[in-house]
């Protein structure tokens, strides 16, 4: 790891940590207001403004729903008054608040949607509307994702004085692209080009960048390959967490049981219930709230005016329980990311311990490769020993019998002792 950044991670003030994240944080409740607009204008698409929408937009499931119910309330209005609304009273009992529009069989709630028996349930796909929102929480982490490494790259670049700024864009260039209205996780390319020190791939706001390539070395200095190597490896870390905090399981939750809305059709069936409680809120509001004391005809015509009006409003309901669904997951996901606790400060203060972290890792490699070289150094030395013992043991074989050194060392001192006898004996003559 470059000395400066080591310095820079270790050294780096208190105040300056603090604001960096707040920097981060700020963008990101920038991006978060933006979303929230996004999700809120998606929501009024798909629910509409008129019956004609369906005429006009195809994929508009709740015009086409309600434009089937238009079509069916003079139907189903007839039959109820042929064969349940025999008096007066019928009615009036119905539309009194505490019966919610039933009384004896007069139910007005499926003549307002076109509802069928025995459940007398809305069914709306909201499959096109999940899919929106995934898009747009797709371009919400790749936005969200190149800021972190835009300004975490920018800390490297001036930490080893690159004045070119080729690591921030250099590890900008590696991430998710992919056009805007894609997925949440698809049009995601990574591609590494060059000799493992440039990196390339379809990255980009919009994915309108085109990859990055280059030669290694050629191109960065040594210490700022080394640091692009850091970034680029800290980038997939980031990108793995904020797709999981972003996933379905993730992102959505009810407040009262999180396992609820743990996958896609979990989701659709929350959305599902919300539009039946529409339903109840948007005719409470309508037709509950007709003038009751007038005579029965009169009565019945405002009735039966009124579920238009309730179709018009249940627009509305619907609307704002789904914005209302979403809002409080933006806001669960905006308490999660800023904040002293949040990941966006976890994200730039871990970058920091990642490159200690990795420093000191190295010093151990190196550490532990200079204890491996003493080691060989001495095992090759008891070996040598080895080998002189036995060549020691091979030299010790070859001597001869030591029964026979002793006779032959025996005689040799008889000889001694004789001649040295005979020599006394002469003398004395």
């Known amino acids: 790891v470059p ?18 994240a707040e920097n981060l944080d700020n963008f990101c409740n920038s991006l978060l207001t933006t979303l929230k607009k996004e999700l809120d204008d998606m929501v009024d698409l798909f629910v ?84 929106a929102v995934e898009c747009c929480i797709g371009r919400f982490r790749r936005d969200l ?44 390319s990574r591609g590494r080009a060059g000799n493992g020190a440039g990196v390339g791939g379809s990255g980009g706001h919009n994915g309108g960048d085109s990859g990055r390539t280059s030669n290694g070395p050629a191109l960065l200095q040594p210490d700022s390959n080394k640091v692009l190597s850091l970034m680029c490896s800290f980038k997939d870390n980031v990108e793995s ?27 659709l069936v929350e959305m599902q219930k919300l539009a039946a409680e529409a339903c109840v809120a948007a005719f409470r509001k309508t037709t509950l709230k007709v003038e009751r004391h007038v005579p029965f005809n009169a009565l019945s ?23 209302k669904l979403l ?20 994200f730039f203060l871990g970058f920091l311990e990642y490159v200690v972290a990795t420093d000191t890792l190295e010093n151990s490699s190196k550490t532990d490769s200079k204890v491996l070289l003493k080691g060989r150094k001495l095992l090759l030395k008891v070996e040598n020993l080895a080998n002189k013992l036995h060549l020691l043991h091979l ?4 001597v001869e019998d030591p029964a026979k050194v002793g006779k032959a060392m025996s005689q040799r001192l008889s000889l001694f002792k004789e001649e040295k006898a005979t020599s006394h004996g002469k003398r004395k003559r």
């Open 327 to 346: 809002a409080k997951q933006v806001k669960r996901l905006c308490d999660d990311l800023t904040g002293t606790g949040g990941l966006l400060s976890k």
């Open 3 to 20: 000395e400066r950044l080591l310095r820079l991670a270790q050294n780096m003030p208190q105040h300056t940590r603090k604001e960096q």
């Open 241 to 267: 967490s904020l797709t999981r905090r972003l996933s379905v399981g993730k992102f959505y939750y009810t407040g009262k049981n999180e396992a609820n809305l743990k996958h896609k059709t979990q989701v």
């Open 145 to 188: 994702l190149e800021n972190i490494v835009e300004a975490i790259g920018q800390m490297a670049d001036d930490a080893v004085g690159s004045d070119s700024n080729i690591i921030r864009r250099s590890a900008g260039g590696s991430g998710s692209g992919g056009s805007g209205g894609g997925a949440r996780n698809s049009g995601d």
């Open 48 to 131: 509409g403004k008129s019956e004609s929408d369906a005429a006009d937009n195809g994929s508009n499931e709740v015009s086409k729903v309600l434009s089937e119910a238009e079509r069916l309330q003079s139907k189903h209005w007839k039959a109820l008054k042929e064969t349940q609304m025999k008096k007066p009273d019928d009615l009036l009992r119905a539309l009194h608040p505490s019966s919610k529009g039933k009384a004896k069989g007069v139910e007005l709630l499926p003549v307002a949607f076109g509802l069928s028996p025995p459940f007398n349930l809305i069914t709306i796909n909201f499959e096109p509307l999940f899919d």
């Open 301 to 323: 015509t405002l009735v039966e005016k009124s579920f238009a009006a309730c179709r018009k409003e249940y627009r509305k309901e619907l609307a704002h329980s789904v914005k």
């Open 395 to 398: 030299q010790a074989r070859e």
